[in-house]
């Protein structure tokens, strides 16, 4: 009979570069009016300014609003600066038409209202407000309050970015970069991420970082990486400070330093990193840079997993499948197993089918053990595919199949599986030559369905 299914044994963790998130978010603070230092503060002045807007002064009735969204010289209410900033956005001001359609997108003191919303701040975009250029850029890549349009987005980006509004610059870049509504540029995209980065935009700095760690758009020099990363850590930025710490763990431009990588990981997971807390359980697993501390390792382990780490939860599950550094516990070690597997990795993916097929942690299930050994060994990971074979060979969680049983062997064993020849030969002697013909086809077109990466 085919042999047993194994359980893929604990990995080192790996160290993983990330670069900063590029997810463009629009923003709803309320509007900025052309002289933001006139709002008025007292009593006098509201005013004069209010008898000024009741005579339809446009700029009165902007600073009016303001006064009114943000409660100074007069109480704060929505309404009245929703009145006065409408006044002015009907006579066509850019600010007031940015500022009514913020109050739309956010659904303060009217009903929230997205296609409103992307009605004024395309009026005050088509002005030349460079805020609202941005925000039509973000509507249109998302497609909220209008039609999804990828080009459109591009258009308003580059509007924006060529006034100098830093978001502006990183939405266009971001274009460049992933080929949204622009074709695919990584140097224009670098120029366009130095130009938010040197105005102080911290999510723009770790990218100019990323590029040059990783010689994107550019040659790779680790100096300026670390020079753009540590700006970025200034701002308190996870990513920056995480990508320093495997800079100073890697050595890579400095001398390696665990203790300093070690710091780095800490702030970063303080900031919310959870693959730096990862990255910071293996320096306590090991005592590399910090004191050797096995429970201290698995809290982090831990928390990183809580964070939806893949390689912490895959951790977690060894570790309490084995015992190590935690009292052993199945149940814990097919929770965290299941979760790892749900993000789709092979490796997790056979485990639990493992747990499944044993009734370790779980209830016994042969289907659910099939099912997972066929996701992980669709993805080529050799083992899923010897132990799926394995299933199909002896009839479990699915009728006997001499045929799928060869073909899943056979792959394993091409893919590098050294214990499978034995199991090939047994099946060999139950098959006629012509299910063997058919098993080998069936490899085949699966190989070249399933090109390695």
């Not at 990584?186 to 938010?196: D, G």
């Not at 990783?214 to 990513?239: C, D």
């Not at 201290?296 to 390689?311: C, D, F, N, S, W």
């Not at 789709?344 to 499944?356: F, H, S």
Request: with cysteine; aromatic share 10%; glycine share 10%.
């Amino acid at each position: 009979m085919p042999s047993a299914p194994h359980l893929s044994g604990p990995k080192l963790v790996k160290i993983m570069l990330c670069g900063a998130a590029c997810l463009l978010v629009a923003a709803t603070s309320l509007a900025q009016t052309a002289q933001p230092a006139a709002t008025p503060n007292s009593l006098d002045d509201i005013a004069a300014i209010a008898a000024q807007a009741n005579e339809g002064n446009t700029e009165a009735e902007v600073k009016l609003g303001d006064a009114y969204m943000r409660g100074r010289g007069v109480p704060r209410d929505g309404a009245q600066a929703l009145r006065w900033f409408r006044a002015a956005a009907e006579k066509g001001n850019a600010d007031a038409q940015y500022a009514l359609g913020n109050l739309y997108g956010a659904g303060i003191a009217v009903k929230q209202d997205d296609v409103e919303a992307a009605k004024w701040l395309l009026k005050a975009a088509q002005n030349g407000n460079a805020t609202a250029q941005y925000n039509m850029g973000v509507r249109y890549a998302y497609g909220r309050g209008v039609p999804k349009d990828e080009k459109q987005a591009a258009s308003w980006f580059r509007k924006s970015a060529e006034q100098g509004f830093a978001p502006g610059q990183l939405g266009l870049a971001a274009g460049y970069s992933s080929g949204l509504g622009l074709p695919e540029d990584s140097a224009e995209a670098l120029k366009w991420y130095t130009r938010a980065a040197e105005q102080g935009l911290a999510e723009a700095q770790t990218k100019v970082g990323y590029a040059f760690y990783n010689g994107v758009g550019t040659s790779v020099n680790y100096t300026q990486a670390m020079l753009w990363f540590q700006r970025g850590a200034g701002q308190k930025v996870a990513e920056a400070e995480f990508n320093l710490g495997v800079m100073y763990q890697r050595g890579d431009g400095v001398e390696r330093d665990f203790s300093k990588a070690a710091e780095y990981y800490r702030l970063a997971g303080e900031h919310g990193s959870g693959l730096a807390l990862n990255n910071l359980a293996a320096l306590y697993e090991h005592g590399t840079g910090v004191p050797q501390d096995q429970q201290q390792a698995i809290k982090l382990y831990a928390t990183a997993a809580e964070k939806g780490v893949l390689r912490a939860q895959s951790y977690l599950a060894l570790a309490y499948l084995a015992g190590h550094g935690v009292q052993k516990d199945a149940a814990q070690a097919a929770k965290w197993m299941q979760l790892a597997a749900a993000q789709g990795d092979a490796e997790a993916e056979c485990n639990l089918a493992t747990l499944y097929l044993a009734g370790i942690g779980i209830p016994q299930n042969y289907e659910e053990a099939l099912a997972w050994y066929q996701k992980a060994a669709d993805k080529g990971y050799v083992k899923a595919q010897h132990n799926l074979g394995a299933l199909y060979g002896n009839g479990r969680g699915a009728p006997k199949d001499l045929v799928r049983a060869y073909k899943w062997l056979l792959l394993a064993q091409q893919g590098g599986f050294k214990d499978g020849s034995q199991a090939l030969d047994q099946l060999r002697s139950q098959m006629k030559p012509e299910e063997i013909t058919a098993a080998e086809n069936e490899a085949y077109e699966w190989t070249r369905a399933h090109p390695p990466h």
